[in-house]
């Protein structure tokens, strides 16, 4: 059962536009939620994160809004560069067990075009 | 310095055969991770441990066992490897396993099984 989904799979965006992602997830447990960056050959590496406790958290070009009645949550990349061009994950963490156990989203992968 | 290091980068081997992935941690972290990465860059967690104590052991065939010597170290090794262990496995670690778990993770070993 995949308790986070990702969408889309892939993403081609033009150098400059917005790149948008998104995720679902089904457990209310779940009280912390980032969004890992990975560029091939690397491992994934934490981009931003949020709080469920507030709807925006804003980083540079990388934005997560938050929407915790929908159970969903989404990155924006303003202004995408051709150097933002990754697999994009989102996760999710938490509950009663508390264990660190991260629960991935499927990935995106954006290519911004020159 | 790398953070946290694996090795080897690659590892060829033939089906039945056993081999092991060393990693180790030089950021002083209390929790380490083992993950696997299929063909489709889906990312799933297969072992944490914490201070040398098994803490997250998922569904994984019993042919993968997780040692920590010390908590610096988490290595991986794999009895009768079969064609479906093919896969990137990376190892990660965190300071701890509460909230704003931040993961940080190795470059991956890409295991190729013939």
């Known amino acids: 059962q995949q308790q986070v989904k990702q969408s889309p799979q892939s993403l081609i965006v033009q150098k400059g536009g917005i790149s948008i992602i998104n995720c679902a997830y089904e457990n209310t447990a779940f009280d912390y939620f980032p969004w890992y960056q990975q560029f091939p050959g690397k491992g994934p590496a934490l981009l931003i994160a949020?709080?469920?406790?507030?709807s925006e958290k804003k980083e540079g070009r990388f934005t997560i809004s938050f929407n915790k009645s929908a159970k969903q949550f989404s990155l924006h990349i303003m202004d995408s560069q051709p150097g933002d061009s990754a697999t994009y994950f989102c996760?999710?963490?938490?509950?009663?067990?508390?264990?660190?156990?991260?629960?991935f989203g499927q990935g995106t992968t954006l290519q911004v075009k020159p | 310095d790398t953070a946290v290091s694996q090795t080897p980068k690659y590892l060829v081997t033939q089906m039945g055969n056993d081999k092991s992935i060393k990693c180790e941690q030089n950021?002083?972290?209390?929790?380490m991770y083992w993950y696997k990465q299929d063909s489709k860059k889906f990312l799933k967690i297969m072992f944490s441990y914490n201070n040398k104590e098994l803490i997250i052991n998922e569904t994984v065939p019993n042919r993968f066992s997780p040692k920590s010597p010390d908590k610096a170290h988490l290595n991986l090794h794999i009895n009768s490897l079969e064609l479906g262990d093919s896969a990137v496995y990376f190892c990660a670690s965190s300071p701890f396993t509460g909230l704003k778990n931040i993961q940080y993770f190795g470059a991956g070993t890409r295991l190729s099984v013939l």
């Open positions: 996760a999710a963490l938490g509950g009663s067990s508390n264990t660190g156990k991260l629960i």
């Open positions: 949020i709080r469920p406790d507030v």
């Open positions: 950021l002083g972290h209390d929790t």
